[in-house]
């Protein structure tokens, strides 16, 4: 069974750091592009970043590019997301998703996904 | 907001046919990207729907359906039970943003 668990999410200040760990089991991690989604309280849903499976290409959203960086360790079946100059508006629950291929292509879909982790960014 | 347009609510009986329509652009659905359907309930992560605009992962009743036409695609939900109450996100590719994008959601209530 495919698995995804993020760690990581917590209470930190604005103009902080803070790394999310998403821990995935089930399939052959390094032949699959992850992303990031997040989802503020009470809103929609949010792409944020994805990454090939070998980790050699990287992709953001204009929200957060600049900001957050992705990465993988294929080695440990583990997906990052560094976040930097958090602000209060990055309040939200993080969500890690395996994509159906090891490229970032429109065709992707998400599937499956993690159960979230939240960030809180706050004074 | 959103690059996809969904409805905000939809509403229905037990046992009805609801649809929830996905409206995009000539960078996205009109572009032939596929759409791709969510189903978030309550305090639950998203889960996938419908995949490549008409499929069902193994699992998903076939009472969840999808379509897509220029530069939109709906989802069908037929049979409405209680269980199926819960945010339904569409979610594509724009080549302009270079990005997956999703729908603003839609909350479906069983009256």
């Known amino acids: 069974e495919v698995q995804l668990l993020e760690s990581g999410g917590g209470l930190v200040q604005p103009g902080g750091s803070l790394r999310l760990s998403c821990a995935a089991s089930g399939f052959t991690f390094n032949t699959y592009a992850m992303t990031w989604v997040r989802q503020a309280p009470g809103k929609g849903l949010e792409w944020l970043s994805a990454?090939?499976?070998?980790?050699?290409?990287?992709y953001y959203a204009d929200s957060v590019k600049g900001r957050f960086t992705v990465s993988r360790d294929n080695s440990k079946y583990t997906l990052y997301l560094q976040m930097n100059s958090l602000r209060p508006e990055d309040t939200a629950v993080y969500y890690c998703?395996?994509?159906?291929?090891?490229?970032?292509?429109?065709?992707?879909?998400?599937?499956?996904w993690g159960q979230g982790t939240l960030v809180t960014v706050s004074s | 907001q959103s690059v996809l347009t969904q409805p905000p609510s939809v509403s229905g009986a037990p046992g009805q046919r609801v649809t929830i329509s996905c409206t995009g652009g000539?960078?996205?659905?009109?572009?032939?990207?596929?759409v791709h359907w969510y189903q978030q309930l309550p305090g639950t992560a998203p889960k996938l729907l419908i995949y490549g605009n008409n499929n069902r992962p193994s699992g998903v009743p076939d009472r969840f359906s999808g379509s897509k036409s220029g530069t939109s695609a709906s989802l069908a939900i037929t049979a409405l039970q209680a269980e199926d109450e819960a945010d339904y996100y569409c979610?594509?590719?724009?080549?302009?943003?270079?990005?997956?994008?999703f729908g603003g959601g839609t909350k479906l209530t069983v009256l």
């Open positions: 990454i090939t499976g070998s980790g050699g290409s990287t």
């Open positions: 979610q594509s590719y724009d080549s302009s943003l270079s990005a997956s994008v």
């Open positions: 000539s960078s996205n659905i009109e572009a032939a990207y596929d």
């Open positions: 998703a395996k994509l159906r291929f090891s490229n970032y292509v429109g065709a992707n879909w998400f599937d499956p």
